[in-house]
């Protein structure tokens, strides 16, 4: 729909809490590394041991996070897809805490001098901010976004930025409208992406299923007709599986 991961662009994904977005950009990074893309994750809200275990979940198609004990020959596929991991072109940070939107700019423009990276993937940016009262993290959160659309117009470089929406009453997000921050900071970024669980009346109407998982690109700067489509993806072990159709359990 936007064709490809385009450099010198930053794309937006904004999701609610618990809606599955970091195994979702986890997903990617595995398509990124069976295509041998360099790529760059700042895995801050949940850590580089969680993430690498999703990379590896999605690689193998299985969840190594859910604890079920695993028979010699699964467990040597882990070893092997982790080894891939560690030895591919993915850097994994290691922060445990907030780092400032200036050292993380100034890691990208490391690391894609230093490694080639083509790919950098941010979760999530407010561990990217100063601590500051209320009425000054509105314009924070412009000035950091800001920043990282500046670094992406100099770098051949996709960066996907993850943020937070404001509180919703149905705990979705349907607009850009609904990120965090001010409309303008949103229309620098060349591309926003809205990841969501399904309306609660279509699990009820068994529409849809509790683990399916709605994205829709808000904002397309490249092509903009496929702005307001939605896709599904089916969630299993560890992985996103597109839908063909918009036909319950019909996936690729």
Excluded at 79 to 97: F, R, V
Excluded at 107 to 123: E, F, T
Aim: charged share 25%; glycine share 6%.
């Amino acid at each position: 729909m936007i064709g490809g991961l385009r450099p010198y662009e930053v794309t937006l994904l904004c999701a609610p809490t618990g809606s599955g977005k970091t195994q979702f950009i986890a997903n990617l990074s595995a398509q990124l590394l069976e295509q041998k893309v360099p790529q760059f994750v700042a895995p801050v809200e949940t850590g580089d041991t969680d993430y690498q275990k999703r990379i590896a979940s999605a690689l193998i198609r299985k969840d190594i996070n859910s604890g079920l004990a695993l028979d010699p020959g699964r467990l040597a596929t882990i070893e092997t897809k982790i080894g891939m991991t560690l030895s591919g072109p993915l850097t994994i940070a290691g922060y445990e805490n907030r780092v400032s939107a200036k050292e993380m700019i100034d890691m990208l423009s490391y690391q894609h001098v230093r490694y080639g990276c083509r790919v950098a993937l941010l979760d999530n940016l407010n561990f990217f901010l100063e601590i500051v009262n209320t009425t000054m993290e509105r314009a924070e959160m412009d000035s950091a976004m800001h920043e990282f659309v500046m670094l992406a117009k100099k770098l051949p470089m996709h960066i996907i930025l993850i943020v937070h929406p404001r509180k919703t009453e149905d705990g979705r997000v349907e607009s850009e409208f609904d990120i965090k921050g001010s409309s303008t900071a949103v229309q620098e970024c060349a591309n926003v992406l809205l990841f969501n669980r399904p309306k609660k009346a279509d699990i009820e109407n068994q529409i849809r299923n509790r683990s399916d998982r709605e994205a829709v690109f808000r904002k397309i700067r490249k092509r903009g007709q496929n702005v307001g489509t939605p896709i599904w993806f089916k969630f299993s072990e560890g992985c996103y599986y597109e839908y063909r159709s918009k036909v319950p359990n019909v996936v690729v």
